[in-house]
């Protein structure tokens, strides 16, 4: 016989009106800083994207101009194409290295807390830091091409090739972001209740067995918060690229936030920066949303 | 109880953070003394030294003029336009700001022009180059208050280990000596075409070398894609092909001191400062040179200038301060202690007994700062990947230029 957990199948009380008044009160301030820091630049944000503001100038409308004119630009496309490889790469990485990372600290072992703590320390180092570093790593003569070499592969520098330069930013991202993915999926694996996979050991699952169809399962609505972040992260790659390639070669690392970026506050060309963002949002709402479909339609 | 109490907490914090929030934006108010706020950048790169100079010119300010207190902020050169820009648009900008041409058409709309500031006798003695570039529609944006240039220099250690007898004066010369320098282990030039360089220190020289312009005389239409931009980036092109300069900077700017320029591998440049070069060949072996010839010699210089911005609290106090800082015998102060060159002709020659900068001031009056157009950067911006793209052999030189020029006058409207 195997109790359930407390609390399961009990339905939640519903709460009385001076319950949920204080906890609004509790909400507001966040609330209030949400709507002040966050939701009203964004909305400012998009109505920019139908003006032709310039810093120190007026805003005057222009209606769908921006977006016309985004649409004409080759550099967007080349952009776009280029965020959505980057994501389409690192996030499936990213979460496969923070899921076989949060499988071997899962278990207690002398040192685990440690290893968990190294493991997280990319998620809190400067990203121009790590930049920095990365920059000489992938350098021609750095480690990484010498590595490629003794491995008899083109020890040139992987920045400086048009092809290989995502796969090394995509690297770095993953560096610097498993660790946090792990922590999400660390603290979900160990709410899975022992019995689940005990019970599947008796009926004599495999190891792989139990992690396939009684851990993974349980993972669903993690993994999918994991993805949206990591997705949502992705897109907004910038820290790192501009450290280390500067958008190039050729473009071949050019990000749409990059894009944003230059035409924002090199070129001061805010309202089209605007349009710029608002494409960037679309698309992250709509990824955010087949992602929903797949991944999290259970919960 | 308890929750009442901790809501009364938390209603005191919320009340205190906007007090203090309420504090934090109000201005002193209530004095007569006008003020001037100077946004400056390490012009001097030692800063004890630079505060130090402003401290004594504020001192020597303040005892013509005791109503005006003048506070100088210097940042650092990194991400400038970010924090002016922003500072603008959020109208806590500076009063007088250092900006240099590149930099004017963009904020050309928020700057009062000087003109009605200095006296006749103080534009006047501006040389003709430096008025011209600091000019938008006939009105100078700026006070300026130092200049550079950037000839070709070489160095002579390399020249004596190849056993070169003389130096380059055009590009024929370039590459008829670049086999020689490549059989020895050296590079005749270095050529960097990361996109974070600006084309103003790297291909335009060669461009205008070449007889070309960036944009048309009338500014609606680019013009670096005729016979002069195809020769320039056909220079760059066989360069780097013939194996004559590090290719890995086409793509990438690692440190200076990891490249073949530091490393004394390298004959001539016309993009590096001397200041630079001095730390790793030595002053001794820094040889100035007018710069390249194809089909006129031509070199890029900057001009550092004060901008009054339009919201500067009181003009009147701005624009003596803007005075007082670039007259000539302030700005000759300033020059000196900052190796830079004069703005003025009555400064004469600073630097005769200096075998480096009295040869690179000789230039001065005939350099260039790169074109003064409200889209210089964005143009940049489409040409510079183009570059790269035919040096890297993805795209003809004709192909890139081409592209980059359809790109650019899109932008131009």
Redesign the interface.
């Known amino acids: 016989m195997v109790a359930l957990p407390a609390g399961r199948g009990r339905r939640p009380r519903r709460p009385s009106a001076r319950e949920a008044g204080t906890a609004l009160l509790f909400v507001l301030p966040f609330l209030l800083l949400f709507i002040v820091f966050r939701f009203g630049p964004a909305i400012a944000g998009a109505v920019l994207g139908f003006t032709d503001y310039t810093i120190g100038g007026e805003a005057g409308f222009v209606g769908l101009d921006n977006f016309r004119r985004l649409v004409e630009d080759s550099t967007f496309w080349s952009a776009l194409r280029v965020t959505v490889i980057f994501t389409a790469l690192s996030v499936p990485l990213s979460m496969i290295a923070s899921l076989a990372m949060a499988v071997l600290t899962r278990r207690m072992f002398r040192g685990v807390k440690l290893f968990r703590s190294i493991f997280f320390l990319p998620v809190v180092t400067s990203l121009v830091l790590a930049g920095v570093v990365f920059t000489w790593v992938f350098s021609e003569g750095g480690p990484w091409s010498q590595a490629m070499g003794a491995l008899g592969l083109p020890a040139g520098s992987w920045l400086a090739d048009s092809v290989l330069v995502i796969p090394a930013l995509v690297l770095v991202s993953v560096w610097s972001r498993f660790g946090y993915g792990m922590l999400i999926l660390l603290a979900r694996m160990q709410d899975i209740p022992a019995e689940l996979e005990e019970a599947a050991l008796t009926d004599g699952a495999s190891a792989w067995q139990r992690f396939r169809y009684v851990t993974l399962p349980q993972m669903r609505p993690a993994l999918f918060f994991v993805a949206i972040i990591e997705t949502t992260v992705s897109f907004q790659a910038f820290d790192t690229i501009y450290v280390m390639t500067g958008g190039g070669p050729v473009r071949s690392s050019y990000t749409l936030v990059y894009m944003l970026y230059d035409q924002g506050f090199k070129y001061f060309d805010l309202g089209y920066a605007s349009a710029v963002g608002v494409a960037l949002f679309v698309l992250t709402i709509i990824v955010a949303l087949i992602q929903r479909l797949t991944l999290g339609r259970e919960k | 109880m308890r ?1 009442q109490k901790s ?1 009364s907490a ?1 209603a005191v914090a ?1 009340v205190a953070a906007l007090a203090a929030g309420g504090c934090g934006g109000s201005d002193s108010g209530g004095s007569d003394k006008k003020s001037v706020t100077m946004w400056i950048y390490p012009v001097i790169a030692d800063e004890a030294k630079h505060r130090a100079y402003w401290d004594e010119t504020i001192t020597a300010f303040k005892a013509k003029h005791p109503d005006t207190e003048v506070k100088v902020e210097i940042f650092p050169w990194a991400n400038r ?2 924090a002016l ?1 922003t500072a ?2 959020g109208n806590k900008g500076p009063d007088v700001v250092y900006l240099i041409p590149d930099q004017l058409p ?2 050309a ?2 700057i009062e022009p000087v003109d009605a500031y200095l006296d006749d006798a103080a534009k006047s003695d501006y040389h003709e180059n430096v008025i011209k570039s600091v000019s938008i529609d006939g009105k100078m944006m700026g006070a300026p208050v130092l200049t550079s240039s950037q000839p070709l220099t070489c160095n002579k250690k390399v020249f004596e280990a190849v056993g070169q007898q003389t130096y380059p004066s055009s590009w024929n010369d370039l590459l008829a000596m670049a086999p020689a320098f490549k059989a020895k282990g050296f590079d005749i030039t270095s050529y960097p075409g ?3 360089n600006t084309l103003n220190l790297t291909f335009y020289p060669l461009l205008w070398q070449a007889g070309g312009d960036v944009f048309s005389a009338d500014g609606k239409s680019v013009a670096f894609d005729g016979d002069a931009g195809r020769k320039a980036l056909g220079l760059v092109k066989q360069l780097v092909d013939g194996g004559y300069t590090e290719k ?1 900077l ?5 440190p200076v001191e ?1 490249t073949r320029l530091a490393q004394n591998k390298v004959g001539c440049v016309w993009h590096s400062p001397t200041s630079e070069l001095e730390k790793f060949w030595g002053k001794e072996n820094i040889k100035v040179l007018p710069p390249l010839t194809e089909t006129k010699s031509v070199a890029y210089g900057t001009v550092g200038s004060l901008s009054m911005l ?1 919201g500067a609290q009181d003009k009147k106090a701005a624009g003596e301060w803007i005075a007082f800082v670039s007259g000539a015998e302030q700005a000759k102060k300033y020059d000196l202690s900052s190796n830079f060159f004069s703005a003025k002709k009555s400064a004469g020659a600073l630097y005769t007994s200096d075998p480096v900068l009295g040869e690179m001031e000789k230039f001065v009056s005939t350099t260039t700062p790169g074109p003064l157009h409200e ?1 210089a ?2 143009v940049q ?2 040409l510079a ?2 570059i ?2 035919a040096l ?1 052999g ?1 795209k003809s030189v004709d192909q890139a230029l081409s592209d980059a020029a359809k ?1 650019a006058n ?1 932008l131009l409207g």
Not at chain 2, 250 to 254: A, L, N, R
């Open positions: 929750v809501l938390i919320l336009d970010q820009a603008i648009a963009k904020y709309r928020n990361d996109i974070k890995s086409i793509t990438t700017q690692p990891q339009k889209k950067r964005d911006g489409v990947p183009e790269q793209a890297l993805k790109a899109q």
